[in-house]
Nanobody, 121 residues
Framework: QVQLVESGGGLVQAGGSLGLSCIAS????????MGWFRRAPGKERDLVAA????????WYADSVKGRFSISRDNDKNTVYLQMNSLKSEDTALYYC??????????????WGQGTQVTVSS
């Protein structure tokens, strides 16, 4: 099993920046792709960004391209999400996820508990 713990959420003004971190523990050697999802109030959970194990391949939702950046440090078993130029519509519960497969946009196997990001306008 793999455990994921997110941190870094909070309240920020529109136009500001926030960084999220997610530390993995357990059978981390089994992890390939990692991603960040979010669920806004009344909406489904959507993939925001994902990254391959090597870090060479990334994927971003159109709504965050150019504003968010995903990265990972395998030595620290940590994945990061840097969020810039935040908008009120970025307000959501953000989840870290990991999967054993290499595809970035398929079903994920492990999930964190989520961290709240609130952007005030």
């Amino acid at each position: 099993q793999v455990q994921l713990v997110e941190s870094g959420g909070g309240l920020v003004q529109a136009g500001g920046s926030l960084g999220l971190s997610c530390i993995a523990s357990g059978r981390t050697f089994s992890i390939q792709a990692m991603g960040w999802f979010r669920r806004a109030p009344g909406k489904e959970r959507d993939l925001v960004a994902a990254i391959s194990r090597s870090g060479m391949h990334t994927w971003y939702a159109d709504s965050v391209k150019g504003r968010f950046s995903i990265s990972r440090d395998n030595d620290k078993n940590t994945v990061y999400l840097q969020m810039n130029s935040l908008k009120s519509e970025d307000t959501a519960l953000y989840y870290c996820a990991a999967r054993r497969g290499i595809s970035l946009d398929r079903e994920y196997d492990y999930w964190g508990q989520g961290t709240q990001v609130t952007v005030s306008s």
